[in-house]
């Protein structure tokens, strides 16, 4: 009602208080808003009532071609009002849905990697605790009292729940203090300072030490081992040394799980680093290092503004084509009817319609990352016709609709703000301002005051502003869904972690819970030692045994497969497997490939398994020695599709499987 009020103020004696320019200001208003919140019956009623009053007013008081020159502001904002209006009402309710949706491959993803993270860690215990208390049954000459310990040990660690990320923080050093001292050792600690990390950090650097460790007891024939704790809450290093035989570094197995996993692996999972020096007969350093810093690196990334933009709105195009083409052709009214207002003004109309196509050009291409030379190209061409724009128009025209050129940069400014180009866009919009004050105040463009100018200056700096607040809201309204669908990510991934973790230790402890645990569990409670100790140590070492292949092959043999490695192992054959402790699940034709292997009469002497993880595939080798025809023959019937050579000295097999 206050537009058609202004409009037929319009008919009111002295119509040039009211410059032309400025007549359809209210209307625009007007149907940007109905566009915006009506129907669209009622938007169209409305806005035919206001642009037909408009019309009949305008040709009354300045003739047809006045009318039709008005008209086409009023024609493009219910356009583009619309278009906006549908964007940020489904930018609303995505910001809505998010609230309650779960992105469920995300959700999927963090249940992959619990199990993957699970199976490491489970890996780590089978090696690091329950083989080694298996070993040190089998051995003869350990204190039985630390056996027992061990024993105990290794039981409570595989049965324990799996530790999830925690978010408190934990002192390294109270942690290092509680390191058991390798046997006929006495371990040193120093320290300088004392750190205080989150607990996954500080646990898994205890974990590693405590590997390290146990290879000195095992393999380094010291007489002295130290650890040396240097840093604080933002890094730290913890130095191992012992001056023990030593070793070559580059000579360890890559599948070796003491030193790539156990040590270097766990470091690695919380984003530390394992550095190991060694030098045969002069002792071994391990330096296990973190920062907080190389550590937020590979953090969360914060959400930008194009990114959230992106977020609210799959496709800114379309929204952007409906906001800006309506004006970018409705302006070819004024253009057109102005070509001989100044002999420049063709010159002018070609400057609009290089500008029009680049800004088509921007929108299309506003679904990818634009050449940001090209963009600054565009907005110097944009600037620069600008200013000579003002430079040429008629010196009074600057109220009324020749001054066209002055509005007509509006379009790709909003292109530009859009697609985060927001400086370039502030820049463009700065110059042409203050060309205008400085022709205004110079005397060049002719008017009584600024005042005068200021709906030729508001109407580029209105589509500025209005793009802004636009985008602005849109961009929130992205980041909303960003982070409620991180939160709820987050809350759903966590709840599916636990529940991967816990399922996947379940399993696993139920493949060597049948034997191997309990057997521990005796040993640890003064069974077995004391009752017979050699048949202790013997079930010990066959355990053993199952436990190091359930660690390089987790999950492939079952009971009869088993039984029958053990036998063949009994009878003197030496089996070797080799593979990735990676690998979550074998292939299962590496069970068939052993049963054949060891299923003839005579057992042989040597069986050597490899497994090399390929991209999409699984490179099985199989070695036994000495040949022999009758298993060359079963070793081909498991695998047809496989290479079987059979010769005097070894049967060999290769066959490659797809992954699952």
């Given at each position: 009602m206050?537009?058609l009020?202004?409009v037929?103020?319009?008919?009111?004696p002295a119509?040039?208080l009211?410059p032309l320019s400025?007549?359809?200001?209210?209307?625009?208003?007007?149907?940007?808003?109905?566009?915006?919140?009506?129907?669209?019956?009622r938007t169209w009623?409305?806005?035919s009532?206001?642009?037909?009053a408009?019309?009949?007013?305008t040709?009354?008081?300045g003739?047809?071609d006045?009318?039709i020159?008005?008209l086409w502001p009023?024609?493009?904002?219910?356009?583009a009002s619309?278009?906006?209006t549908?964007?940020?009402?489904?930018a609303g309710t995505?910001?809505d849905?998010?609230?309650?949706?779960l992105?469920e491959?995300q959700v999927?993803?963090?249940?992959?990697?619990?199990?993957?993270a699970?199976?490491r860690?489970?890996?780590?215990?089978?090696?690091?605790?329950?083989?080694a208390a298996l070993r040190?049954?089998?051995t003869v000459g350990?204190?039985?009292?630390?056996?027992?310990?061990a024993?105990g040990e290794?039981?409570?660690?595989?049965?324990?729940e799996p530790?999830?990320?925690?978010?408190?923080a934990?002192?390294?050093?109270l942690l290092?203090?509680?390191?058991?001292?390798?046997?006929g050792l006495e371990?040193?600690?120093?320290?300088e300072?004392s750190?205080?990390?989150p607990?996954?950090v500080?646990?898994a650097?205890?974990d590693a030490?405590?590997q390290?460790?146990?290879n000195v007891e095992r393999h380094?024939r010291?007489?002295?081992?130290?650890?040396?704790l240097?840093?604080d809450?933002?890094?730290?290093?913890?130095?191992?040394?012992?001056?023990?035989v030593g070793?070559r570094?580059?000579?360890v197995r890559?599948?070796?799980v003491?030193l790539?996993?156990?040590?270097?692996?766990?470091m690695?999972d919380?984003?530390?680093?394992a550095?190991?020096?060694s030098?045969?007969g002069?002792?071994?350093?391990?330096e296990?290092?973190w920062?907080?810093?190389?550590?937020?690196e590979s953090?969360?990334v914060t959400?930008?503004?194009?990114?959230g933009?992106h977020a609210?709105?799959d496709d800114v195009?379309g929204?952007?084509a409906?906001v800006?083409?309506?004006?970018l052709l409705s302006m070819a009214?004024?253009?057109?009817r102005?070509l001989?207002a100044?002999?420049?003004m063709?010159w002018?109309a070609?400057?609009?319609?290089?500008?029009?196509a680049?800004?088509a050009?921007?929108?299309s291409?506003a679904?990818?990352?634009?050449p940001?030379?090209?963009?600054?190209?565009?907005?110097?061409?944009t600037?620069?016709?600008?200013?000579w724009?003002?430079?040429v128009?008629?010196?009074d025209s600057?109220q009324?609709?020749?001054s066209?050129p002055?509005?007509?940069i509006?379009?790709i400014?909003v292109?530009?703000?859009?697609?985060?180009l927001?400086?370039?866009?502030?820049i463009?919009?700065l110059?042409?301002?203050?060309?205008?004050?400085a022709?205004?105040f110079?005397?060049?463009?002719h008017?009584?005051?600024f005042?005068e100018?200021?709906?030729a200056?508001?109407?580029s700096?209105?589509c500025?502003v209005?793009g802004?607040?636009?985008t602005?809201?849109?961009?929130?309204l992205g980041k909303?869904?960003?982070?409620a669908?991180?939160e709820r990510t987050?809350?759903?991934s966590?709840?599916?972690?636990?529940d991967?973790r816990?399922?996947?230790?379940?399993?696993r402890?139920?493949?060597?819970?049948?034997e191997?645990l309990?057997?521990?569990?005796d040993?640890?409670?003064g069974g077995?030692?004391?009752d017979d100790?050699?048949a202790t140590r013997?079930r010990?070492?066959t355990?053993?045994?199952?436990?190091?292949?359930e660690?390089?092959i987790?999950?492939?043999l079952?009971?009869g497969?088993?039984?029958?490695?053990e036998t063949?192992r009994?009878?003197?054959?030496?089996?070797t497997?080799?593979?990735?402790t990676?690998t979550m699940e074998?292939?299962?034709?590496?069970?068939?490939?052993?049963?054949s292997?060891l299923?003839?009469?005579?057992t042989?002497?040597e069986?050597?398994?490899s497994l090399?993880p390929?991209?999409g595939r699984?490179?099985i080798?199989?070695v036994?020695?000495?040949?022999?025809s009758?298993?060359a023959?079963l070793?081909r019937a498991?695998?047809?599709a496989?290479t079987?050579d059979?010769?005097?000295?070894?049967?060999?097999?290769?066959?490659?499987?797809?992954a699952r």
């Amino acid at each position: 009602m206050a537009a058609l009020v202004t409009v037929l103020a319009n008919l009111a004696p002295a119509p040039v208080l009211i410059p032309l320019s400025a007549r359809p200001t209210p209307v625009v208003v007007a149907v940007i808003l109905v566009a915006g919140f009506h129907s669209k019956i009622r938007t169209w009623l409305i806005c035919s009532t206001l642009g037909f009053a408009h019309v009949l007013v305008t040709v009354w008081v300045g003739g047809a071609d006045s009318a039709i020159e008005g008209l086409w502001p009023i024609l493009a904002a219910p356009v583009a009002s619309a278009a906006v209006t549908k964007v940020l009402r489904a930018a609303g309710t995505r910001a809505d849905q998010a609230q309650q949706s779960l992105p469920e491959a995300q959700v999927v993803e963090a249940k992959a990697a619990a199990g993957r993270a699970a199976h490491r860690d489970f890996q780590r215990i089978l090696h690091d605790d329950v083989s080694a208390a298996l070993r040190a049954v089998a051995t003869v000459g350990i204190d039985r009292e630390a056996v027992r310990a061990a024993c105990g040990e290794a039981v409570r660690r595989a049965e324990q729940e799996p530790r999830m990320p925690a978010e408190n923080a934990e002192s390294l050093e109270l942690l290092l203090a509680d390191l058991p001292s390798p046997a006929g050792l006495e371990l040193n600690l120093f320290s300088e300072g004392s750190p205080t990390v989150p607990a996954p950090v500080a646990r898994a650097t205890l974990d590693a030490a405590r590997q390290v460790l146990v290879n000195v007891e095992r393999h380094a024939r010291a007489s002295g081992v130290s650890v040396h704790l240097r840093g604080d809450n933002d890094g730290f290093t913890v130095r191992i040394h012992d001056d023990g035989v030593g070793f070559r570094p580059a000579e360890v197995r890559g599948t070796s799980v003491g030193l790539r996993d156990s040590v270097t692996g766990r470091m690695a999972d919380v984003g530390g680093k394992a550095t190991i020096v060694s030098v045969p007969g002069r002792g071994t350093t391990v330096e296990l290092s973190w920062s907080a810093a190389d550590a937020a690196e590979s953090g969360p990334v914060t959400q930008s503004w194009v990114q959230g933009l992106h977020a609210a709105v799959d496709d800114v195009r379309g929204p952007l084509a409906a906001v800006c083409f309506p004006y970018l052709l409705s302006m070819a009214i004024p253009v057109v009817r102005h070509l001989d207002a100044a002999p420049s003004m063709p010159w002018l109309a070609g400057w609009y319609g290089i500008m029009a196509a680049a800004t088509a050009l921007l929108i299309s291409r506003a679904d990818r990352p634009f050449p940001r030379a090209g963009v600054r190209v565009a907005a110097l061409w944009t600037a620069a016709g600008a200013v000579w724009a003002l430079l040429v128009i008629p010196a009074d025209s600057i109220q009324t609709y020749v001054s066209w050129p002055v509005g007509a940069i509006g379009p790709i400014l909003v292109v530009l703000f859009t697609l985060g180009l927001r400086w370039e866009a502030t820049i463009v919009l700065l110059i042409q301002q203050c060309a205008l004050a400085a022709l205004v105040f110079g005397g060049v463009l002719h008017t009584q005051s600024f005042v005068e100018a200021l709906p030729a200056a508001m109407s580029s700096s209105l589509c500025l502003v209005s793009g802004a607040v636009i985008t602005s809201t849109i961009a929130k309204l992205g980041k909303v869904v960003l982070e409620a669908g991180a939160e709820r990510t987050e809350i759903a991934s966590a709840a599916a972690a636990r529940d991967s973790r816990l399922a996947w230790r379940s399993r696993r402890i139920d493949e060597i819970g049948r034997e191997i645990l309990p057997f521990l569990r005796d040993v640890a409670t003064g069974g077995g030692l004391t009752d017979d100790p050699a048949a202790t140590r013997h079930r010990a070492r066959t355990l053993e045994w199952m436990a190091r292949d359930e660690l390089h092959i987790p999950g492939v043999l079952d009971t009869g497969s088993r039984r029958r490695l053990e036998t063949a192992r009994l009878d003197g054959c030496v089996v070797t497997i080799q593979a990735d402790t990676d690998t979550m699940e074998p292939p299962r034709v590496v069970r068939d490939l052993l049963e054949s292997a060891l299923s003839t009469s005579v057992t042989p002497r040597e069986v050597i398994l490899s497994l090399h993880p390929e991209p999409g595939r699984t490179i099985i080798s199989l070695v036994c020695v000495p040949g022999d025809s009758q298993r060359a023959g079963l070793l081909r019937a498991t695998v047809p599709a496989g290479t079987v050579d059979d010769e005097p000295e070894a049967t060999c097999v290769e066959v490659s499987v797809a992954a699952r």
